[in-house]
C-alpha cells in the first residue's frame, strides 16, 4: 500500500468527538480544551465571563466553540445542553477563587455562593448533560486534594470537595453505563489564585513547591492529561484521580 501523509497520520484520541468544558475559558478547563483539540475533538467551551469566553475561543482556533453561561442558573444550564444537542464527552471545571481562613472569620455568604458554583452547578451540569452523551462517553467533574490533606482554615475547602468526591461515586452508580469521574489537583498555578497579590501568589508558590516531592508547583497542562485519560479510559468510572505533586504523601 503506498504510504501518504493521511495515511500514516497519528490518530488522535479524540478523533471526532465533541467535549463539552464548562470552566473552559481559563486556568485547567482551557488547558484540557487545548488538549482535547491537539487530540482531534470538536470542543464547546461555557464560562461566565463573556470576555474570556471570547478570547479563548479565538485562541483555540476554529474546532472551538463557546457560550457565555452562569452556572449559578438552573434554567441557563437546561438552555445551553438543549442548545448544544448530543456530545460525547462532559467536563466541568468551574468554580469561583477560593477563600481560605478560620471558621471564625469565614464569610457564609461567600461560602455558599463556591458551594452554588462547584457543587450545585456540577451536579445541575449533570442533570441537564447526561440525557445528551452518546454511548461510550463521559463525565469528567472535578475537586482537590484538600478532601484528602486539609491544612488549619481550609475546612470550607474540604467541604466542598469532598462532597465533588462523593458526587462522582454515586452518579457513576445511578448513571451506569455512562462513566463518571474527577480529577483532584493539588496545588496548580492557576487564576484560581488571583485574590491574592502578585508577591503573594508567587511566594506561596515557592513556599508549597519546596515541600512537594516534585520541587514545584502544578501548570494546568499537567492536570489536564487526567481528564483525557479519564475521558478516553472505557474502564475507569467512579474513580477520583489525584493529580497534586505528592502533597497528599508529604
Known amino acids: 500500500m503506498i504510504r501518504t501523509e493521511e495515511n500514516t497520520r497519528l490518530k488522535g484520541r479524540l478523533d471526532g468527538k465533541k467535549v463539552i468544558v464548562l470552566g473552559g475559558s ?5 488547558a484540557v480544551a487545548e488538549y482535547a483539540l491537539e487530540e482531534g475533538a470538536q470542543v464547546v467551551i461555557g464560562s461566565s465571563h463573556a470576555g474570556r469566553v471570547e478570547a479563548a475561543v479565538a485562541a483555540l482556533g476554529s474546532n472551538a466553540r463557546g457560550r457565555t453561561l452562569d452556572l449559578t442558573d438552573e434554567h441557563a ?4 445542553f438543549s442548545a448544544t444537542g448530543s456530545f460525547d464527552h462532559l467536563v466541568f471545571t468551574a468554580g469561583d477563587s477560593l477563600r481560605l481562613g478560620e471558621i471564625a472569620a469565614t464569610d457564609l455568604s461567600q461560602a455558599r455562593r463556591a458551594f452554588d458554583i462547584r ?6 451540569a449533570v442533570k441537564y448533560g447526561a440525557p445528551h452523551i452518546v454511548a461510550g462517553g463521559s463525565i469528567v ?5 484538600a478532601a484528602l490533606r486539609p491544612h488549619s482554615g481550609w475546612a470550607f475547602g ?3 470537595c469532598g462532597a465533588m468526591e ?3 461515586r454515586a ?3 445511578e448513571l451506569a453505563p455512562l462513566r463518571v469521574n474527577a480529577v483532584s489537583p493539588g496545588m ?13 501568589r508567587q511566594a506561596m508558590y515557592e513556599q508549597v513547591g519546596k515541600r512537594l516531592p516534585v520541587r514545584r508547583v502544578g501548570e494546568a497542562r499537567d492536570v489536564a492529561a487526567a481528564y483525557l485519560f479519564l475521558m478516553e479510559s472505557a474502564f475507569a468510572t467512579g474513580q477520583t484521580h489525584v493529580v497534586d505533586g505528592g502533597a497528599v504523601l508529604v
Open 26 to 30: 481559563s486556568g485547567i478547563g482551557y
Open 77 to 80: 444550564i437546561e438552555a445551553f
Open 119 to 124: 457543587y450545585w452547578g456540577a451536579l445541575a
Open 141 to 145: 467533574l472535578t475537586t482537590g486534594v
Open 158 to 160: 474540604a467541604s466542598v
Open 166 to 168: 462523593a458526587l462522582t
Open 171 to 173: 452518579l457513576a452508580v
Open 188 to 200: 496548580i498555578a492557576t487564576n484560581l489564585w488571583q485574590n491574592m497579590s502578585e508577591e503573594d
